[in-house]
């Protein structure tokens, strides 16, 4: 067994990559007070905005650090799809980001709703939206992947949606919350080891 340390100001975690390689037999659509709203073209304010409100309490920061450039080469690439989980009162309240860029293989780069909807089975609904739209034809395989930083449910939901654990690895990162990527009092359950 191995212990390594982990630097103060620094984070670790374990990446879960799991697979789906079937589409899933046909069953009813949950029912939920949301819909999905197809983004075509959103503006980089506008997705930054959406991709914080829903990933910051998990410490997402990949997005936040690229560039311009970066990020609109992404959002805007035809084989990008993003849609936003609206409430019914319009306020964006979810996401899920597919990509089909290296198809055969259809990748669910970010699922998410807000903290405040956990619990009420209505990530069931998005990810019954989400394969729906994911398994398309010239689709052989959807996969994700989830972190130790993700809600403590996330790996199980997955895997009794269907998908397969097939990779794990560890990584570490500066915690985003020291440099004011993301806000000091975010993510609340991970510890912020100061590097000072």
Not at 49 to 60: A, I, M, S, Y
Not at 74 to 93: L, N, Q
Not at 161 to 189: H, K, M, W, Y
Request: hydrophobic share 50%; with cysteine; glycine share 6%.
């Amino acid at each position: 067994m191995a212990v390594i340390a982990v630097d103060h100001g620094q984070l670790a975690v374990i990446v879960t990559r799991l697979a789906m390689t079937a589409r899933p037999r046909p069953a009813p659509l949950p029912t939920a007070p949301l819909r999905l709203v197809r983004w075509a073209a959103p503006s980089l304010a506008r997705y930054r905005t959406l991709f914080r409100r829903v990933g910051e309490p998990w410490l997402w920061f990949s997005r936040l650090v690229l560039d311009d450039g970066a990020l609109g080469a992404i959002i805007t690439d035809p084989a990008v799809e993003i849609y936003a989980v609206v409430d019914r009162a319009g306020v964006e309240v979810g996401m899920v980001e597919l990509d089909f860029r290296a198809l055969p293989a259809c990748a669910i780069a970010y699922f998410a709703l807000v903290p405040e909807l956990t619990g009420q089975q209505l990530g069931r609904w998005l990810m019954a939206e989400a394969l729906m739209r994911a398994w398309r034809k010239g689709v052989d395989r959807v996969w994700l992947h989830t972190c130790t930083l993700d809600h403590p449910s996330a790996l199980n939901f997955y895997r009794a949606c269907g998908f397969v654990a097939t990779e794990r690895r560890i990584e570490t990162f500066a915690d985003p919350r020291l440099s004011g990527l993301i806000n000091r009092a975010a993510a609340p359950q991970v510890p912020l080891l100061d590097a000072s």
